[in-house]
């Protein structure tokens, strides 16, 4: 499977000349749950090269890998008139302890309500909504977690800076969540002593090094529900190379804390992305 | 521990900042190229804005040989050059093309190849680019 979505992004790179007229890097790339982002948070961009008059999409495949887990996510994004963003995310959660995998299905719904993140001197306002199933709710369940789908709302802002520090183009997002879920939802929603709605933040900073080249790194706040079980912030430090604006690697190094009792999960992360 | 404590990206962001601030910098239109290098790049992003199917519609009856000298004017003016624009303005030039977004990014484009064509480096196109990034508010008409 890795061999044929790597032929297919092959030839989305070589079918630039489809590809949207955002300007380059304003798609971001597609964060584990699906939508426009960084790696680990979502951004208030939207996926895919569309502008007011013009369709876009994206496809992804990301693989992160730390001391005890694995997490696989792969999926797509369809951008209409640079309004509106569908999204469908599917996760890979694996345990090395031997317990069983724990699949979730991300889909997102994100609207771009004002502002533009280049041009202007409001930033990108766009609000998310995220509905989140786990598939197996054994582990979940085990860890007391009270139910196995859950909704996510977000706001997201974003702005550019094209003439930032050392004259690169630089780029900051904020997010504020409302979230029931435990590590994201793998671990499900709630739990019988904590079943309320939490507010957490979530922030990304990214600099352009060249119009192809990008470094950053993001922080992701995580208010958990599980009584006992530790759940840290994660954070990430990424470099992403935007080939044109079909195709785009990037690599970061994660760090996810605790998870399910085991400690400093820290390892790395890949991901490819095709667009247009 | 983890390395990657907010006060940490506190610390990166606060980094990045202060490298704003660290030297004076060299006239953007000595960092294009001054006369010469200006002609270059507007002569190279008119023939990108040609081949371009988004665009080159909207220069059917554009003098290009007029185009060019007040876009060279203009470029000199923002950039510190010593010219003036005497050109009309911006609005009035653009506010029966019906514009949108896509039109505008793909001259952004234009403007950004012929820059790279013209070796100039990322810093001197990003100073360019952010001159003229505002005159979006009166070309956009759609």
């Known amino acids: 499977m890795i061999k044929k979505s790597l032929i297919c992004l092959s030839l989305l790179a070589s079918f630039q000349c489809a590809a949207g007229s955002k300007l380059l890097g304003t798609a971001a790339v597609n964060h584990i749950e699906g939508s426009a982002g960084g790696g680990l948070t979502p951004w208030a961009v939207l996926s895919g090269y569309a502008t007011d008059s013009e369709w876009g999409a994206a496809t992804f495949m990301s693989s992160a890998s730390v001391d005890d887990y694995a997490l696989n996510a792969m999926g797509f994004a369809l951008n209409y008139h640079d309004k509106l963003e569908l999204s469908y995310a599917k996760l890979n959660f694996s345990i090395d302890a031997g317990l069983p995998d724990i699949d979730m299905d991300v889909f997102g719904a994100k609207y771009h309500a004002f502002g533009d993140v280049v041009y202007g001197d409001m930033p990108q306002i766009s609000i998310g909504i995220q509905h989140k199933k786990v598939k197996d709710f054994t582990v979940p369940a085990a860890v007391g977690a009270s139910d196995d789908a859950g909704t996510d709302l977000y706001i997201s802002a974003a702005k550019a800076w094209l003439d930032g520090p050392f004259n690169r183009t630089f780029v900051v997002n904020l997010n504020a969540r409302m979230s029931k879920a435990n590590q994201i939802g793998l671990l499900g929603f709630g739990s019988a002593q904590d079943n309320g709605y939490k507010v957490s933040l979530e922030a990304a900073v990214a600099l352009f090094v060249t119009r192809n080249l990008v470094i950053g790194t993001e922080y992701k706040q995580k208010k958990g529900h599980l009584a006992g079980l530790k759940e840290d912030d994660w954070h990430d430090v990424f470099v992403a190379y935007l080939v044109n604006k079909s195709l785009s690697i990037t690599a970061a190094y994660i760090d996810l804390g605790d998870i399910a009792g085991a400690s400093e999960q820290r390892g790395y992360y890949l991901s490819l992305q095709g667009a247009f | ?142």
């Open chain 2, 1 to 142: 521990m983890t390395i990657f404590k907010p006060k940490f990206l506190l610390f990166c962001l606060a980094l990045a900042l202060s490298g704003c601030q660290s030297k004076p910098q060299s006239l953007l239109y000595d960092a294009l190229g001054a006369d010469d290098g200006v002609k270059l790049i507007v002569e190279d992003f008119i023939n990108e804005v040609l081949y371009d199917k988004r665009i080159a519609h909207q220069f059917n009856s554009t003098d290009l040989d007029n185009f060019h000298d007040k876009l060279v004017e203009q470029i000199c003016q923002v950039s510190g050059g010593p010219c003036v624009y005497s050109g009309k303005e911006m609005k009035a030039l653009h506010q029966d093309l019906n514009i949108d977004q896509r039109q505008f990014n793909a001259v952004v484009e234009a403007l950004i190849k012929a820059m790279q064509n013209n070796n100039v480096d990322v810093a001197t196109q990003n100073r360019l680019l952010n001159l003229l990034a505002p005159m979006h508010q009166d070309i956009i008409t759609k």
